[in-house]
């Protein structure tokens, strides 16, 4: 199984500033054949369902706001919140879909400082 | 509107079974690979299982395998998963989600989740 570590296991972050979490992944997620990194980013709010924010690990699903990026390649990605807002409080979940079992990063929570 | 909408989860002793559903609605549902994807209390995400556009791949966590089954109807744009056998550690919430892409098994992620089920196991 493909293991996902996520780190910090939590941060806060003062409003407007930036709030940078990492994943990394036992073993590559990079496709060879098409280039691309099977590597999703949710958001879950308390009481919510998980929400799609990157995939790809770097493009981000219509609606998210451009303050969201998702960077890395092959073992290691980052998700970054610039000028981070109330709205943005949250766990945040890295996920592979690279091969099954499909696995989820132990979760970053992100709050207000 | 892309919906989700789970039904069938409880209060059930070890040992037992439930059949949850996930009625979809707002899209091509026979188009897509779906998943179910759990929670316990206060934990993180864990991957169950998923079955293909048209029902004829499915796989599961080894956790669970040999004990729930996943299945659809495409007719009714509904999602099951038959859960025996169930043990305390089963106890959570159970979402169903849409992978990203259509007709493809190349997914890019669930871009829509329902707003789950809760199945507690307890004697």
């Known amino acids: 199984d493909i293991v996902m570590t996520q780190s910090p296991d939590s941060l806060a972050v003062s409003l407007g500033e930036r709030a940078t979490i990492n994943c990394k992944s036992s073993?590559?997620?990079?496709?060879?054949?098409?280039?691309?990194?099977?590597l999703a980013w949710y958001q879950q709010k308390p009481g919510q369902p998980p929400k799609l924010v990157i995939y790809w690990a770097s493009t981000r699903e219509s609606g998210v706001p451009d303050r969201f990026s998702g960077s890395g390649s092959g073992t290691d990605f980052t998700l970054t919140i610039n000028s981070l807002q109330a709205e943005d409080v949250a766990v945040y979940y890295c996920q592979q879909y690279y091969t099954t079992p499909l696995t989820f990063g132990g979760g970053t929570k992100v709050e207000i400082k | 509107e892309v919906q989700l909408v789970e039904s069938g989860g409880g209060l059930v002793q070890p040992g037992e079974s439930l059949r949850l559903s996930c009625a979809a609605s707002?899209?091509?549902?026979?188009?897509?690979?779906m998943h179910w994807v759990r929670q316990a209390p206060g934990k993180g995400l864990v991957w169950v299982s998923y079955i293909s556009a048209d029902g004829s791949n499915t796989k599961y966590a080894d956790s669970v395998k040999g004990r729930f089954t996943i299945s659809r109807d495409n007719a009714k744009n509904t999602l099951y998963l038959q859960v025996n056998s169930l043990r305390a550690e089963d106890t959570a919430v159970y979402y169903c989600?849409?992978?990203?892409?259509?007709?493809?098994?190349?997914?890019?992620?669930?871009?829509?989740w329902g707003q789950g089920t809760l199945v507690t196991v307890s004697s």
């Open positions: 073993q590559s997620v990079l496709y060879s054949s098409n280039n691309r990194n099977y």
């Open positions: 989600a849409r992978v990203r892409e259509p007709r493809s098994t190349v997914w890019g992620g669930f871009d829509y």
């Open positions: 707002g899209f091509t549902f026979s188009n897509y690979w």
